[in-house]
């Protein structure tokens, strides 16, 4: 068996208070493999995102223990949870996250300025190029199409080479042919660097790509296989072009 490079147990997490909190995690537990694609579903309102915010640091529990490459994030501080996942951690969201007022290539830079990286706009320019946006680097979020804004969104969570990488609702916002480019280059990417990939989707077969699909209701897992050995496609194809 691979090892877990995240464990949750027993995690739960109410958001809101007093009339309006909502218990959206119960006391959740999850283990997933190094290298392995686990794919998230259940309804709307099942607690999928959250469980996602949970595994990036970006929420934290009331109770349980979250711990993700190795390291517990209980009891850190949000200076050094954003550390971590800085070096740890991609995330890609549906509604893409780009700062408008920066290219391309200022946008992928930008995490790793903040890490203090030697090289952020060289190693953002190739990694724009490793996403098919080469002719792209300065060109504004609004000069751009979905597509290829979500390109610029992966290029910007590959960036820093995180061991982890979080995906949203990443082909939500696009249109079906768009939709498979973004998940093609997912999965091959996540592929050919042994990244962990964890995707929340809506979309069963984007859900069906994955080594493993976890079912959340109601804030409570339903159904989770196996852990399973590291198992992200390499065949996948990448489509190339600028529409997507």
Not at 160 to 186: C, V, W, Y
Request: glycine share 12%; charged share 20%.
């Amino acid at each position: 068996m691979t090892e877990a490079v995240i464990a949750l147990r027993d995690v739960s997490l109410t958001l809101g208070e007093g009339a309006s909190s909502v218990h959206v995690l119960k006391g959740v537990s999850l283990d997933v493999a190094g290298g392995e694609a686990t794919g998230i579903v259940g309804p709307s309102g099942s607690g999928k995102s959250t469980l996602l915010m949970v595994l990036a640091g970006l929420e934290s529990v009331d109770s349980g223990t979250v711990r993700i490459a190795g390291e517990l994030l209980n009891g850190k501080s949000e200076d050094q949870i954003a550390s971590f996942r800085g070096r740890n951690i991609g995330i890609v969201f549906q509604s893409f996250h780009l700062i408008p007022n920066m290219t391309a290539l200022e946008n992928v830079a930008v995490p790793l300025e903040l890490a203090g990286h030697a090289d952020p706009f060289g190693v953002a320019a190739q990694e724009l190029a490793a996403v098919g946006l080469s002719d792209r680097v300065t060109h504004y979020p609004g000069e751009l199409s979905g597509g290829e804004q979500q390109r610029v969104a992966i290029a910007r969570a590959l960036a820093p080479s995180p061991r982890i990488l979080i995906a949203d609702e990443p082909t939500g916002n696009l249109d079906q042919a768009t939709g498979k480019q973004i998940a093609d280059l997912l999965f091959a990417k996540a592929a050919e660097r042994g990244m962990t990939l964890v995707l929340v989707t809506h979309d069963p077969a984007l859900a069906a790509r994955c080594a493993r699909q976890v079912s959340m209701r109601s804030g409570r897992i339903e159904d989770a296989p196996k852990l399973v050995a590291a198992s992200v496609r390499k065949s996948d194809p990448i489509f190339g072009g600028h529409d997507a």
